[in-house]
């Protein structure tokens, strides 16, 4: 190159404003080619209707993903022969293969567990793949942000497991349906059980994973132990993935608290929870009290991976393989029987959330959102594994019994980490909506 | 030659900004062609383009540029939330916003060279994305990320949870629930939002076609291949290396913003440096110091992201299906290893092999393909010369 | 004091395992002069080793219970590890208590040979190659290295225990004479000891043999000692393995304080170069005090009362010194002129 030309005024406005013309002269025709006459988006033409799956298949989530996938295609199975597994002890009867007359495919993506992966690839589902309904997600972060989406772009979100109280708080939208419990419940239903083991007038530690989930979980802990005079020592905010937790667990040991609440979850969860006990915390006297440790929300996942540091740790959950009832019993074996391992409690909430979706579509014989939501919303059911349950009206919060589990002392497989301790009623976890604020707004069709 | 030189630029500018106005056709038949995808090659393809001018020009690596994207989108999403849902004023004081971390970020990071200043300036982008995530949350959501409300009822809302919009209510706009973000009227989702970042991209594309050809792209270069040899001559190079930073850190800004206008949610992840990381493979994958190659890798990395995840046993599974049964389940679990959840695997393979081979990315594999064929010998245009990032 | 006296020890815990990491790395960088990404992926499959080791000892072969049945209701198919009929149910057991201590040989083994291909095959290409390329090629290898993993073992941790000997708390605080509440884990003590150990071995394996020597001179200036006669490439091998090795160990004795998971190395990716970077790149006993320095002032920002004076300071605290480090010490705390520098 012999000669350069310099930044000009002049060549900047005219080459710009070939490139504007140029911009201008393209076609706007397919702006909505996604949106048809239907009167509501992605309406199923020919004889099938799709699902969008969004689960998190790469990430720490990853074999969270890959369960609640695993349920999903069961469900498909099953909606489609119009029976099987616990759609047959569902206790709504309509579903007798397809729904409307229509057979379910579905498409799944990848959220990584990051909010802009997972909304990425929501839209293509919506946009590229035509899902009528996307269900999934395995943080509240990448749920609420998907709910978001799903309310913009006028389709049902079904999600997955979240156990914020925004999801259908704060952050509650009209497209939006939670069928997994909450932070709220889980104290609710832990305070008592709490109480019943380890007696009044503790004193507690909390280590909290530093975001949203960690300060409402937290929250809701401090305000369930209250009643029984249990006094917070102190809260630490802990950062997420933090790894090596011994920094903030040795402050513990001189705090003279006797209870450590680890409000965490995943792999932040099995390392806090193994390292306090490698430092000798569960062994511990303090102020004439067993030292004791609460982990409020479970996966049996990852409790796994905590091994036999979760023995007598107390807990809650939203479902667990082990229950009695003609559901769980039902799906634990079609879900064992296809797979060979007995299904976790994502899987469970994934699984109820497609049959709970297709037979309401069922029941208001089109996939129009607004129809759909409308078939939800105080929907009462039973034989999905958690009695009796309501789905609210007023937040699309399901209302069940909460589980609270502890770790077992005596496994008699890996899959057998968590006992049942009680189930806490339905009546015992529920408020008042305005609790927690937010707003549904109107359902949107695209 | 300069005449040549000349034509040959604007043959290029022209025939980039047709390709990126049709490709809403010339994807179709590999299924890209929806908005999202494209709005996201459009976007990340500004990302990269602002990076290789300091990358590909300098050879100073940035391991922090994804810093610049998320105070972007944090600063659109605020001014959606305060001023208004026009897409206008949130670009302007996004890249402006932009430009001034870059500056104090760059002014610091820049007393140091090689992988001192890439460890600098990742280090500066994650304690960003730290804070961000937890301490700022006042101001970022946190994890849930920051995002555009309705009019707050009462003042007594926190301004995370309903916005007020002082231009849009000094208008008497009508608010139905959540509003969404437009240029003048024009929604910014769907087809619109992809034409209103392509023309942005193209003129991001025209400007750092212009650095490039002056002399301060020139500078640039030279700091590039011998920074010691200025230095001796008396030429004080820092202020071109923290204009080049600056720049490159606004356009990153710039595609913050787009991010957040198309679609108006911003969350800390953004900033991590994983997300630094994935621009530098854009750039590498595509050709670093190419015009046109980050643009490519920008859209080839997204492609893998949204399609190539998106392949499932069950669809390899169907295209294995003329093959013999077993032999069909033992290709779909090859397959998996590399597609659908696999799929970063792709992406690292691939790009191990283009570092390999190829170093100078895709760009110089079609150059190589074209010389074989036209038998002539290659062009010695400096932009064409193999990368020698400074160490 | 008791709390300071605690966070001392968590820092010096962490610290062994940010120097052996960061050890390895600079002696790559020093010797080789290559800059590894894939320095954290070798820490994780030396983690893996540990897994694997636990995995080995436990194949089985099923045999029907008579009497328990499995979560279906059908009779449980128990599975009886074949080293139990080979060594006697006692031995086994013992093995499997000590596995991880045990899977150190593995990981010796292991990580020598993927050291000399890695290496061989890759590492060998890119010694004339600019640092930006070496960085990228080895961030790809430790992407495709991290998803194979989680692509067998899946991506949740997978629990090491320690064996029982040492799974208790030690009563520290009755050794110095402090309060009844400083008690410290025995394996992270065993750890720190390991990594000491460890890091002196290194040391004096640099400083008292003639391969050391070598070595040594080599970091100082490649090209003279190329000039000397020395073949210098056979050297680098060695040098390579002998890091992939330091790295895998510490990560195999890493495994009970960590769970370990496909991500792992990423994680101590970033880290580790920081404080390879606040060390002084290519210097060893930098990447030592650095390591140690970063791990003890990560301790000490999480209490309560500095995070109450400075909020967040605990997330920030790692890059804030590396800022200040760099900006103050243009070559880090113990780093050599001319290094790295254009």
């Not at chain 2, 080049?244 to 991590?272: C, H, K, N, W």
């Not at chain 2, 994958?285 to 190539?308: C, D, H, M, N, R």
Request: charged fraction near 15%; aromatic fraction near 12%; glycine fraction near 12%.
């Amino acid at each position: 190159m012999s000669e350069h030309k310099d930044l000009t005024r002049r060549r900047v406005i005219k080459s710009g404003a070939a490139a504007a013309a140029a911009a201008g002269a393209t076609p706007y025709f397919f702006t909505r080619a996604f949106a048809d006459g239907h009167g509501y988006m992605n309406a199923p033409k020919g004889d099938t209707v799709t699902f969008g799956f969004n689960v998190p298949q790469t990430g720490a989530y990853a074999d969270e993903g890959a369960d609640e996938l695993r349920a999903y295609e069961m469900a498909v199975e099953h909606i489609n022969a119009g029976g099987g597994g616990m759609l047959d002890t569902f206790s709504s009867k309509e579903l007798k293969g397809g729904i409307n007359g229509k057979k379910v495919k579905f498409v799944t993506g990848d959220t990584q567990t990051k909010s802009d992966a997972a909304r990425a690839s929501a839209k293509r589902m919506i946009e590229n793949d035509g899902a009528i309904m996307i269900t999934g997600g395995s943080s509240s972060g990448v749920a609420i942000a998907v709910q978001g989406l799903c309310q913009e772009a006028g389709v049902i979100f079904m999600s997955g497991l979240t156990h914020s109280n925004d999801t259908t708080g704060k952050d509650k939208r009209a497209n939006g349906f939670r069928h997994f419990f909450n932070t709220e419940m889980t104290g609710a239903a832990l305070g008592p059980v709490l109480q019943n083991n380890y007696g009044n007038d503790r004193k507690v530690y909390h280590l909290t994973a530093d975001y949203t989930w960690g300060y409402s979980q937290e929250g809701s802990m401090i305000k369930y132990t209250k009643p029984y005079n249990w006094e917070t020592v102190a809260t630490v905010k802990t950062p997420v993935g933090a790894g090596d937790f011994s920094q903030f667990i040795t402050p513990i040991l001189s705090s003279g608290a006797d209870t450590l609440v680890l409000n965490h979850y995943g792999k932040d969860m099995v390392n806090s929870l193994t390292q306090a006990v490698q430092f000798g915390l569960a062994g511990k006297q303090v102020n004439g009290k067993d030292f004791t440790i609460v982990v409020p929300l479970y996966s049996r996942l990852m409790a796994q991976g905590a091994g036999d540091n979760v023995k007598g740790i107390f807990g809650s959950t939203n479902w667990h393989w082990s229950l009695q009832d003609e559901g769980s019993k039902a799906f634990v074996k079609a879900f064992g029987e296809k797979y060979g391992f007995p299904p976790s409690q994502a899987a469970h909430t994934t699984y109820c959330q497609a049959i709970l979706y297709a037979d309401a579509a069922q029941r208001a014989g089109t996939f129009k959102p607004s129809e759909v939501g409308k078939a939800l919303e105080d929907f009462e059911f039973d034989g999905l594994g958690n009695g009796k349950v309501l789905y609210r009206g007023s937040d699309h919060q399901c209302f069940k019994d909460v589980l609270v589990v502890k770790g077992k002392e005596n496994p008699t497989s890996k899959f057998d980490v968590l006992e049942v301790v009680e189930v806490t009623p339905r009546a015992k976890v529920e408020y008042p909506v305005e609790l927690l604020g937010g707003e549904l707004g109107p359902y949107n069709n695209g | 030659m300069e005449k040549n030189v000349a034509l040959k630029d604007t043959t290029l500018f022209f025939g980039f900004a047709a390709v990126i106005l049709l490709l809403p056709i010339l994807l179709e038949p590999i299924g890209a062609n929806y908005p999202d995808l494209l709005q996201k090659i459009a976007i990340f393809g500004i990302f990269a383009i602002g990076f290789n001018i300091l990358f590909g020009l300098t050879g100073y690596l940035s391991f922090g540029h994804a810093a610049f994207i998320g105070i972007g989108s944090y600063m659109t999403l605020w001014s959606f939330k305060l001023l208004t849902m026009n897409v206008v004023p949130a670009i302007m004081f996004s890249v402006i916003l932009a430009g001034v971390f870059a500056y104090i970020i760059g002014f610091v990071s820049l007393r140091r060279s090689g992988i001192y200043f890439s460890i600098l300036t990742l280090a500066f982008a994650q304690m960003c994305y730290s804070l961000a995530y937890s301490v700022l949350t006042p101001i970022t959501n946190g994890e849930t990320g920051l995002q555009t409300r309705a009019i707050r009822k009462s003042s007594e809302t926190s301004l995370l949870d309903g916005d007020i919009r002082i231009i849009d209510q000094a208008f008497g706009v009508q608010e139905l629930g959540v509003p969404t973000t437009n240029f003048f009227g024009m929604a910014m989702s769907g087809y619109t939002g992809f034409y209103f970042c392509a023309v942005l991209l193209i003129v991001c594309f025209f400007i750092a076609q212009r650095i490039t050809r002056s002399n301060f792209g020139i500078m640039l270069k030279a700091i590039k291949s011998n920074q010691n040899r200025l230095n001796y001559t008396g030429i004080h190079t820092r202020p071109y290396l923290i204009t080049a930073f600056v720049i490159s850190g606004m356009y990153a800004g710039l595609a913050g913003s787009l991010m957040a206008a198309t679609d108006p949610i911003a969350g800390a992840e953004r900033m991590q440096w994983t997300a630094s990381g994935e621009v530098v493979l854009m750039t590498i994958l595509g050709g670093v110091g190419t015009l046109v190659g980050p643009v490519l890798g920008a859209g080839i990395i997204k492609y893998a992201e949204q399609k190539v995840s998106s392949w499932n046993e069950g669809i390899l599974e169907s295209f294995f299906s003329f093959l013999p049964e077993t032999l069909q389940h033992f290709m779909a679990n090859l397959g998996v290893l590399f597609v659908g959840e696999g799929w970063h695997t792709t992406l690292g393979l691939l790009f191990m092999i283009i570092v390999i081979f190829l170093p100078g990315g895709i760009m110089e594999g079609i150059r190589r393909i074209g010389a074989k064929f036209s038998r002539k010998k290659p062009e010695a245009d400096t932009n064409a010369a193999a990368p020698q990032p400074a160490e | 004091m008791d709390a300071i006296f605690l966070q001392f020890l968590n820092g010096l815990d962490k610290g062994g395992a940010y120097a052996l990491i960061a050890l390895g790395l600079t002696l790559v960088f020093g010797t080789l002069g290559v800059v590894n990404f894939a320095h954290g992926a070798l820490f994780m499959m030396g983690a893996f080793c540990a897994v694997t080791l636990q995995r080995l000892l436990n194949i089985s072969y099923e045999r029907v219970s008579e009497t328990e049945t499995d979560f279906l209701g059908k009779p449980l198919k128990e599975q009886v590890p074949y080293l139990q009929d080979i060594v006697g149910t006692d031995t086994a057991a013992w093995i499997g208590d000590y596995s991880v201590p045990l899977s150190i040989f593995l990981a010796i083994i292991v990580m020598g040979i993927v050291g000399v291909i890695m290496e061989r095959g890759l590492i060998k290409h890119f010694y004339k190659r600019p640092h930006a390329d070496q960085i990228l090629v080895t961030f790809g290898l430790a992407i495709v290295v991290g998803e194979l993993i989680r692509h067998y073992y899946g991506a949740n941790p997978i629990p090491q225990s320690a064996p029982n000997s040492v799974s208790g708390s030690a009563n520290v605080g009755e050794w110095f004479g402090l309060g009844p509440n400083v008690i410290y884990p025995w394996w992270r003590l065993v750890y720190f000891a390991f990594s000491a150990t460890v890091i002196f071995g290194v040391f004096a394996f640099l400083q008292f043999t003639t391969f050391g020597m070598v070595v040594r001179a080599g970091m100082q200036d490649r090209e003279m000692v190329g000039l000397l006669g020395i073949n210098i490439e056979r050297k680098f091998t060695i040098v390579f393995a002998l890091a992939a090795i330091v790295a895998g160990v510490a990560g195999a004795m890493y495994t009970p304080i960590l769970p370990p998971d496909y991500n792992m190395g990423m994680d101590f990716l970033v880290l580790s170069f920081v404080v390879v970077v606040v060390g002084g790149m290519g210097s060893l006993g930098g990447a030592v005090l650095a390591g140690f320095l970063l791990g003890i002032l990560q301790s000490f920002a999480s209490m309560q009362a500095v995070q109450n004076l400075i909020p967040g300071i605990s997330q920030i605290i790692v890059y804030l010194i590396a800022v200040i480090v760099l900006l103050t010490l243009p070559r880090g705390l113990l780093g050599r002129k001319g290094v790295m520098e254009d």
